[in-house]
């Protein structure tokens, strides 16, 4: 009966969740509900962290789950805020999630603000066209007018013709975008300023447009806001926001279209750095759990057996955090990183689970050849150690295989069991 309670008290301390509560544990109906409770909140967070925002913590009460609800609903209702924005709605607001918040409201903002200017300047801009052809008594005013915006503008004003795709006004910032000169520009074709990704994207919605335009006779559903990629003269590739519209003639044939151009490498920037930081580990820059996940998902439904898993824990963390400090501690995390580096493959995944635990997806890989990876590892740790000073990397380690998907789950229990063994094994050796 004692050594039933210890064995499900054991799993709970190490963070496991006990499959099955044996009936002579003592308390067994209260583990039980509380493994219940336990692998309730572990799977709503999960779900959570794999983006499911439907997920159900129904019947589950107290501090814990409440949390994880007002989490839920606070990620729902930033869901819908960024879908509302993506719509073009900026009035959408965060008053919660702290900095985040303080940064989702300034973005919106931003955006607000600049899609304002850019619309207002289009709707300027194709009045004082229109008017150019109508007014011809005020046309010299009208084009100092137009000169003065697009050299002041920090945006590229161009005009293409409808029939030939060949520019037939850009803005001097076409320098300042691209390296251009005016001329270098007005040379160039349309197409030929995209790159082919980006060619094949505008190919189809103008044609798209073209035919619903044709259909309804409505210029304005040529009006859109689009991203590519353009070539600078120096080679370099640049992310574009390209707002279109088109302009037709007296007797409604379409003419000509026009457009502002703007770079946006810094929101790209900003959004990239976001997606690296959501499936990467800060400290390390290996894979985080999440992304761990997501992988191991992918890889069971693309057949990737037979599928291999190593578990690593760095021995003696706490030890060094609570003698030498946190950043002697870092240095061994950093250091297991770079070891699980050296071992394995450049296409094998990485991932960073926990304070010192961490997780190798190894696609198509047999069990001789993961318990091989071991031995890599070893190896490694090995030639790591020799070149560095300070406490020692020491490394507890355990592999399994999978050999097809109804094996996963057990793989994964067999690899974490595999590595506590070893872990108490080295820990008995020396003592």
């Known amino acids: 009966m004692i050594d039933a309670t210890r064995s499900v008290l054991e799993q709970l301390v190490n963070g496991r969740v006990p499959e099955t509560i044996p009936a002579d544990a003592v308390c067994a109906d209260e583990l039980k509900r ?65 900095d985040f918040a303080a940064s989702f409201n300034t ?43 697009t050299e002041k503008v920090n945006a590229v004003i161009w005009t293409m013709d409808a029939a030939t795709f060949r520019f037939t006004y850009v803005g001097p910032y076409i320098t300042t975008l691209r390296g251009l000169t005016v001329e270098e520009a007005l040379a160039e074709t349309f197409e030929e300023s995209l790159t082919p990704a980006s060619r094949l994207c505008v190919n189809e919605k103008m044609a798209q447009k073209k035919a619903r335009f044709q259909e309804t006779g409505d210029v304005s559903v040529f009006f859109d806001s689009i991203e590519v990629e353009q070539i600078c003269k120096n080679g370099h590739v640049i992310p574009v926001e390209m707002v279109i ?47 761990f996940d997501i992988a ?86 090995e030639s790591f150690n020799r070149t560095q000073a300070g406490p020692p990397l020491r490394i507890s380690l355990g592999a399994a295989t999978a050999l097809n998907r109804e094996d996963v789950a057990q793989m994964l229990g067999k690899a974490d ?9 080295r820990k008995q050796q020396k003592g």
């Open 34 to 98: 509380l493994a219940e409770f336990l692998s309730a909140i572990q799977r709503f967070t999960i779900a959570l962290s794999n983006g499911d925002l439907t997920a159900s913590l129904k019947g589950v009460g107290g501090p814990v789950a409440g949390g994880l609800k007002s989490l839920q609903a606070s990620l729902r209702h930033l869901a819908w805020q960024t879908r509302q924005v993506a719509d073009g709605d900026f009035s959408q607001r965060v008053d919660f999630m702290g």
């Open 107 to 149: 973005m919106v903002a931003s955006l607000a603000k600049a899609r304002a200017e850019m619309e207002y300047l289009n709707i300027r801009l194709q009045d004082d066209l229109v008017q150019q052809r109508e007014m011809a008594a005020t046309l010299q005013n009208n084009e100092e007018r137009f000169r003065l915006i």
């Open 245 to 291: 519209s088109a302009i037709t003639d007296n007797a409604g044939n379409l003419k000509e279209y026009l457009g502002i151009s703007r770079d946006i490498s810094a929101r790209k920037a900003v959004e990239n750095e976001l997606t690296y930081l959501s499936n990467h580990d800060a400290l390390t820059g290996l894979y985080n759990r999440a992304f």
């Open 296 to 381: 191991l998902k992918r890889a069971v439904e693309g057949e990737k057996f037979p599928l291999s898993v190593v578990v690593a824990d760095l021995d003696g963390l706490k030890l060094v955090n609570d003698t030498l400090g946190h950043a002697a501690g870092d240095r061994l995390i950093k250091g297991c990183a770079t070891v699980m580096h050296m071992a394995f493959r450049t296409d094998d995944i990485i991932a960073r689970t926990g304070g010192d635990e961490f997780v190798v997806l190894l696609h198509c890989m047999a069990e001789d050849e993961a318990a091989r990876m071991l031995a890599r590892v070893r190896k490694s740790e």
């Open 417 to 425: 069991a595999r590595m506590y063994a070893e872990k108490a094994m």
